[in-house]
């Protein structure tokens, strides 16, 4: 087969491609009943973002999703948006936006190949089984003659997995590295198995940290499927909110959102609430996916020491043990991340420029940057808070 035989296509709305097209590319794992790997990338999580009205007019993600198809049917599909600014995207290209800007070039709209405020890795060439190579690859081609065609200054892929990085490096995409911090579940049977690991110094100091936080008065639950109920999303959109405008000026996600969430997205979720005299003053929403647990938003209305620290780690760490799961991710930044258990690992994007000058040197920039990113894990990682007999283990 070849790749001249494959057609591209662009959808305004996901429903024009339809949950059983997409999914079959997203997620074609759960033909066995199981959860996706990904949870951000289902059709259910995609249209509730735009549905809820959280993507498209007037919020600087317009969706464009592409599809590529092979004797008139779906191989592969990409998460595409055209992007008015470079919010919620994580791997940020401010910098560029501005050197770009100084020069005389638009560098707005560009192309984003991603999941809206979801810093997760995970697939973002979805292909159908048997068709991985030859789907990204028409997927990737097609991204880069749209951004061109219609005069963009450039197109990104961001948080895509190390394969995708390496395949988009070799076909002449700037292949970027950053980091984020996850938590490795090495098999244990319970927290205090956790707690084992670690040097005894770490150890004490989680154990106080739990301790404090669950002297705030109240009680820390997590709640998952049917046990989440419609007021518990009127509590966390007061937590979300908070966090959204002390973080990003305006939250992200609309209100409706979370009503999607409650009755399309409930069984992906597993949401802490830390509760005084039955009333919900802090929470922590997760995403589970077949082998992970993501941790996306926390906030509250009462300040108590440690519980920040309970909710997103701690509790996102006992839920992983009791499930299987083999990793937490939570999300963005964070070196305070270290001390409780979560590592630096890296994490990957793609980018197209077309200037190429301007290009030239943002390679030259990538370069110079992973090697400090590299050098910043490894000494990270040897200040990381196991002992050194766990630490060579794990390596």
Not at 216 to 236: M, P, S, V, Y
Not at 305 to 323: G, M, N, V, W
Not at 359 to 366: F, P
Request: glycine share 8%; hydrophobic share 35%; aromatic share 12%.
């Amino acid at each position: 087969m070849r790749e001249t035989q494959i057609e591209i296509q662009t959808h305004d709305r996901i429903s024009e491609i339809g949950a059983a097209v997409w999914d079959a590319c997203a997620c074609p794992e759960t033909d066995d009943g199981g959860r996706p790997f990904d949870p951000f990338t289902t059709y259910r999580f995609l249209e509730a973002l735009e549905a809820s009205g959280s993507v498209g007019r007037g919020s600087g993600w317009q969706p464009t999703y592409l599809t590529a198809r092979l004797g008139g049917e779906v191989i592969a599909c990409a998460p595409l948006y055209a992007k008015s600014h470079s919010q919620g995207e994580y791997i940020f290209d401010h910098n560029w936006a501005h050197a770009y800007e100084n020069a005389g070039g638009d560098y707005y709209p560009k192309l984003q190949v991603a999941v809206p405020f979801t810093p997760a890795t995970g697939r973002r060439f979805l292909t159908r089984p048997g068709f991985a190579e030859i789907g990204a690859s028409a997927l990737i081609q097609g991204a880069i003659r749209l951004a061109a065609n219609n005069g963009l200054s450039s197109l990104h892929v961001t948080f895509c997995t190390e394969e995708e990085a390496r395949a988009g490096e070799s076909m002449g995409l700037l292949r970027r590295q950053t980091q984020q911090f996850h938590w490795e579940n090495h098999d244990y049977e319970d927290f205090d198995a956790f707690l084992a690991a670690l040097s005894s110094r770490k150890r004490k100091t989680i154990r106080k940290e739990r301790q404090r936080a669950r002297s705030f008065g109240g009680t820390i639950r997590t709640l998952t499927g049917d046990q989440i109920e419609a007021e518990h999303w009127d509590a966390f959109w007061v937590f979300y909110q908070d966090t959204g405008s002390r973080k990003w000026g305006t939250p992200y996600l609309t209100r409706a959102f979370f009503d999607i969430a409650q009755e399309a997205l409930r069984d992906d979720i597993a949401l802490v609430l830390a509760e005084r005299d039955g009333r919900p003053v802090a929470g922590a929403l997760n995403f589970i996916g077949r082998e992970v647990l993501y941790g996306r938003y926390w906030g509250c209305i009462e300040d108590h020491p440690c519980l920040h620290f309970e909710a997103c780690y701690y509790q996102a760490i006992d839920f992983a043990i009791s499930r299987g799961l083999a990793r937490v991710e939570a999300g963005a930044q964070g070196e305070h991340k270290l001390a409780r258990g979560y590592l630096p690992v890296p994490c990957h994007s793609l980018h197209w420029v077309a200037d190429k000058g301007f290009a030239e040197a943002i390679s030259r920039y990538l370069e110079a940057e992973r090697t400090a990113i590299d050098e910043d894990i490894e000494i990270l990682t040897s200040y990381g808070p196991f002992r050194r007999d766990q630490q060579e283990e794990q390596q």
